[in-house]
């Protein structure tokens, strides 16, 4: 199994720009997972998906983010419009369900916005 | 809310050392705990888990003990290599709050040769 995969690996961007960040789960995963890591506030999450449902939206930061599960292996997040603030490592990890042990990372997507 | 502390932020040994890895969280009411490494410009690697009703886990050289009541769990490295230089973050599972993470923020190991 390939783990989780993630594109781009790195992402500058224009202020005002929209950015699509991609992920892919591991096949029979369930549970699908947003990370974002910054050096002020660490690892948070953004947002997961049970069974591509959207379960906890509650650490999307603003309108301007956006995910989307459009089936059971894959996932986007999308920021419009970037922000210099939101500048950061975008991580996504997968898990066989929101209970289960054995959370697998993806290597992160290193975003910056000039 | 749950809030996860981990001491010291950094750690320099020389090899062969043995070493402790603090973690503290404010609410003991959590499913399970990780510990996971972070190689610079990677993704995390889970190391171990262990589930609320447990006391500890050991893999190799790691042995990761867990005191629900005082809201504490300690990571041991024995017998440290360079290798294991990384940063290390605990996260807790909390019940009712389905598979969320909360994590420290870490502690940067770095070990010398």
């Known amino acids: 199994d390939a783990g989780v995969i993630q594109s781009p690996r790195h992402e500058v961007t224009e202020m005002g720009q929209e950015v699509t960040l991609r992920c892919k789960l591991i096949?029979?995963?369930?549970?699908l997972f947003w990370y974002r890591q910054t050096m002020m506030r660490g690892l948070e999450l953004l947002i997961y998906f049970n069974n591509n449902v959207p379960i906890d939206d509650s650490g999307m930061p603003e309108d301007r983010f956006s995910a989307k599960m459009p089936n059971a292996s894959f996932s986007t997040l999308k920021i419009q419009p970037s922000e210099p603030r939101d500048s950061a490592v975008y991580f996504c990890a997968s898990s066989p369900g929101d209970r289960a042990p054995g959370y697998t990372f993806g290597s992160g997507t290193r975003l910056t916005v000039v | 809310k749950q809030e996860v502390t981990q001491i010291p932020a950094a750690l320099s040994v020389p090899e062969g050392e043995n070493l402790v890895l603090n973690c503290s969280f404010t609410d003991s009411a959590i499913y399970n705990l990780q510990w996971f490494r972070q190689d610079p410009g990677k993704g995390l690697t889970s190391l171990l888990l262990i589930q609320s009703s447990q006391r500890e886990q050991t893999s190799g050289r790691l042995n990761a003990s867990l005191d629900k009541s005082s809201g504490r769990s300690t990571l041991y490295i024995a017998a440290s290599q360079p290798g294991d230089s990384a940063t290390y973050l605990c996260?807790?599972?909390?019940?009712?709050?389905?598979?969320?993470?909360?994590f420290g923020q870490g502690t940067e190991l770095s070990v010398k040769p």
């Open positions: 996260a807790v599972r909390e019940h009712n709050q389905g598979g969320k993470l909360i």
């Open positions: 096949s029979g995963h369930n549970s």
